[in-house]
Every structure is written in structure tokens, then in C-alpha cells.
């Protein structure tokens, strides 16, 4: 069953729920408020933000992936299934909220791929559960 719309006065019909492609860029993103409100609560949050948005790190990134720019494999994944990877992120071996003197050294930076950086990343926030 289609449903309509969300955007008030639209009349397109989708196939699941939610905004047409000409409104998407409308809908609601119920983080954006909820990351600037922790961010301003936690100075080192605050500082990781800022860090990320230096022309510096742009320029550390853009050249950590040009020096390696295939997934460096962390969980050996690639390695098993005989694939190779185009690394798009850089990660923080030691992060940037407990160690932001080491944003900008290679050593600890891993060029990874989407997949690797989303299972490091959530790696990283079980790690830090009380």
C-alpha cells in the first residue's frame, strides 16, 4: 500500500513511508539538534568537532589516504574473503576525545573502509559503556 508524502501539500505517493525525493532535503533530522547539545555539554567532544574541521586534518586525511589507499583490513575480513577494499575514512586508532595531541600523527591513524570504520566505531562506544 503506498503512502503519501510527509511534506505538507505534497501529493506523491511513495512506497514506504516518508518524504518524495523532492522533499527529502525537508525532513526532520532528529540528531542534528541532539549532537550540538552534547557537543556544547562536553568540552571534549567540542574539541574533536573542531579538530575535524581544521584544513589540517583535511590535508593529514587527504594524505593518509593517498599514502594507503586501501582498507587497511583491521579485522582481517578483506584477508579471508580474498578482496580488496578503496579505503574512504580515516580512523583514530587512540581517539580523539581521550588523545587529541594524536590527531594529526599517521601512527595512529588507519586508512579503512566505510564497512571497517562503521564495526571499529562501534567497537570503540561498546568499549566505552560503563
Request: hydrophobic share 30%; net charge positive.
Amino acid at each position: 500500500m503506498k503512502s503519501p508524502c510527509k511534506y505538507p501539500g505534497c501529493r506523491a505517493l511513495l512506497e514506504s513511508s516518508g518524504y518524495c525525493p523532492d522533499h527529502q532535503s525537508s525532513a526532520p533530522n532528529p540528531h542534528k539538534n541532539y549532537d550540538t547539545h552534547v557537543r556544547a555539554k562536553d568540552p571534549a567532544l567540542a574539541e574533536a568537532h573542531r579538530i575535524r574541521r581544521t584544513a589540517r586534518w583535511v590535508r593529514v586525511r587527504n594524505l593518509k589516504l593517498s599514502d594507503n589507499p586501501l582498507c587497511e583490513d583491521p579485522f582481517e575480513d578483506h584477508a579471508r574473503r580474498n578482496t580488496t577494499e578503496t579505503a574512504a575514512q580515516v580512523h583514530h586508532i587512540k581517539g580523539l576525545i581521550t588523545n587529541p595531541e594524536l590527531a594529526f600523527h599517521f601512527d595512529n591513524l588507519l586508512s579503512v573502509c566505510t564497512g571497517c570504520h562503521a564495526r571499529l566505531e562501534a567497537q570503540v562506544r561498546k568499549d566505552a559503556r560503563p
